[in-house]
């Protein structure tokens, strides 16, 4: 279903934004009998996630993988059998027919949930209305322009990537950011990807492992700072006999060349690097310059930008609230999704859920789409050591080879290393951090344990998966 042509000129609830929190509020809330409106400004429902984030991502992933198991193959009794060349140009026009086919998805759940999806950017003008001003033939915010007003606003407009400015690095608009990722036609010979958070990580690992050359710039000397040590030092080790680049402690002074490529990295250690393709993964900034958040008087906070919320997703408007990254906390999609669901419940749920109902933001399991994945839930050790003591902490850890690897030459083998954190004299599993195969889908079993308060002995008390890399994790002494 297109976007409604005429909207009401007042709704219960507008949420401003149509990505991963705007379907989890707005569809909530419709369920609760609320009339709802969805404005979205890109033309297009789910927001960074499925159209540049966790979605066609995740597909590029797929696509690596693949790539992966092709070079084991003759290990696995397939002889003869080699990876041929990565069809990228194809490869990346079916994932965005795939795209599309989902963005018609959220379409037709919007409608089929009674929610108004309005096509245009929103901007506050006062504490209860909103001005939708609709794209003119040359795609500008300038067309036809329509207040609607409400009883609640929510804010949902997510964030965009930042690059450098051209003052601060010569040049560096010649790269692209991760939106760029996903809009490249061909396959780059040689890449450079400038950061250290898992966007970094992830793009640079299926760039190197569909055979672009690849260069991971990072300031300091790991990446996934934010994440367990185990983590980083697995990984950053097992980088360097895939072939990947890890460039430490090491910035960009000037950039020159064509966009397109080739370009000539000019770097603080005094060395160039020609690369065809510039990548910046180097952070994200709430979308809120065309929000009008003055005219309601929401409070932002002073160097991120991010929208000021209480735990209950609150702004300091009484009827204005905001979720997922424009809020700045745990940005991520099921977080969006989640916080979205429960304000609505909040807000319009039955007794029991009304007025109480809120997201915890504590124990949020995450998984990194590196090669091999990683993942994580709970507090690192160093931040357990830091908020019990050491003599609070135990950790148990496990580093050894997946059975699959096996049978696969040296060159392609994978590492694996578990790490426990556990507190006190009842040692509650306060963190589990793992990487190696499949830690992607391993890790929301063992989420949901550290949410319930497991301790080591309920880990031990569990009987193992057998053959499993995951059993390490219930028979760790
Ligand atoms: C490369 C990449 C990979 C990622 N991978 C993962 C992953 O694997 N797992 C995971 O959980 N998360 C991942 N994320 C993060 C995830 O995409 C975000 O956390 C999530 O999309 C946030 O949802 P949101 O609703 O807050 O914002 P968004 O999904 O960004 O939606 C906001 C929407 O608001 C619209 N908008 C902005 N301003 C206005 C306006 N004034 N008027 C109308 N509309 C407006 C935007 O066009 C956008 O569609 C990834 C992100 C990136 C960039």
Redesign the pocket.
Known sequence: MPPIQKPSDHYDLVV???????MGMSRRAASYGTKVAV????GRL????V????VP??LMWHAADVAESLDHASDYGFPGVKRPAFDWRTFAKKRDDYVKMLNGVYDRNLAKDGVDYIS????LTGPKSVEVAMRDQDGKFEGEKKTITADHICI????R?VIPSDKDVPGASLGID?DG?FALKEQPKRVAVVGAGY?AV??AGVFNTLGTETHLLIRHDTFLRSFDPIIAETLQEHMGKTGLNVHKRTNIKKVEGQKGGPLTLHLDSGKTLEVDCLLWAVG?RP?TD??GLDKAGVKTEDKSGNIVVDEYQQTNVPNITC????AGKA??????IAAGRRLSNRLYGPEGLRGKDKLSYDDIP??V?SHPTSGTVGLTEPEAREKYGDDQIKVYQSKFRAMYFGMVGEDHKEPTAYKLVCQGKEEKVVGVHIVGMGSDEIMQGFGVAVKMGARKKDLDDTVAIHPTSAEELVTMR
């Open positions: 401003i934004g149509g990505g991963s929190g705007a404005i979205e400004e890109d789910g927001g960074t996630c159209n540049v984030g966790c991502k995740k245009g950017r929103g901007a949902a407009v997510g964030g990537p991760s990722f966007i992830e793009l994200r979308n065309y929000l979720i997922g990254d424009v940005l991520l999609t099921p977080v969006a995450t998984v789409f």
